[in-house]
């Protein structure tokens, strides 16, 4: 299954299990935070400043 920026972090993160290390050392240090598990991957990475095109392309290889 391809990672879509419109996923929820927690779907990403039952898909990939490398998911955690890479949004992690991306500058997503709070993926065990509860609202952290109900945005979409492009919103955290917006919050983060985080470019949301390379994050997936990261997460998809």
Known sequence: MKITKDMLIAEV???????????MSS?????????????SLEQAAAVHGIDVDELIEKLNQ
């Open 13 to 23: 993160l039952r898909i990939n299990p490398h998911a955690a290390r890479i949004l």
């Open 27 to 39: 500058g997503m240090g709070c993926l065990g935070c509860p609202s952290s598990q109900a945005e």
